[in-house]
Nanobody
Framework: EVHFAVSGGDSVQAGGSLRLSCKAS????????MRWYRQAPGNECELVST???????WYQDSVKGRFTISQDNSENTVYLQMNSLKPEDTAVYYC??????????????WGQGTQVTVST
C-alpha cells in the first residue's frame, strides 16, 4: 500500500528555516518522481516542487531560490529544505509520488501532511 510519512513541520519566525522529510513506501521509489504540495486555510491545494527520476527539479515561482527539493533513494525519502520562510508559506505540506493523481495531492489519502506555521 502506498504511504508517505511526512515530518518536520513546526512553528518558526519569518526568515527561519525548516527541513521537511517524506519517507515513501509501497512502490518502487527509484522509478517515480516525487512532489511536494501545500494547502493553506481557505486556499486550494498547490504544487510546490517536484523532482523527477533523473533529478530534474521544478519550483513554484513563490518559492524559487528559497526551497530546495532533494531525495535519498537509499532511504526512499524526499526532502524539502525551506529557507527564508515567509508568513505566506504557512500551510499543511504533503508529499506524493508523481504517478498519483495531482488533484489528490492535499487529500491525505496516502498519509498525513505536516503543519508549517511562519509568524512575523
Amino acid at each position: 500500500e502506498v504511504h508517505f510519512a511526512v515530518s518536520g513541520g513546526d512553528s518558526v519566525q519569518a526568515g527561519g528555516s525548516l527541513r521537511l522529510s517524506c519517507k515513501a513506501s509501497g512502490f518502487t521509489f527509484d522509478d517515480s518522481g516525487m512532489r511536494w504540495y501545500r494547502q493553506a486555510p481557505g486556499n486550494e491545494c498547490e504544487l510546490v516542487s517536484t523532482i523527477s527520476t533523473n533529478g530534474r527539479t521544478w519550483y513554484q515561482d513563490s518559492v524559487k531560490g528559497r526551497f530546495t527539493i532533494s531525495q535519498d533513494n537509499s532511504e526512499n525519502t524526499v526532502y524539502l529544505q525551506m529557507n527564508s520562510l515567509k508568513p505566506e508559506d504557512t500551510a499543511v505540506y504533503y508529499c506524493a509520488a508523481g504517478f498519483l493523481p495531482s488533484n489528490y495531492g492535499c487529500a491525505g489519502h496516502w498519509g498525513q501532511g505536516t503543519q508549517v506555521t511562519v509568524s512575523t
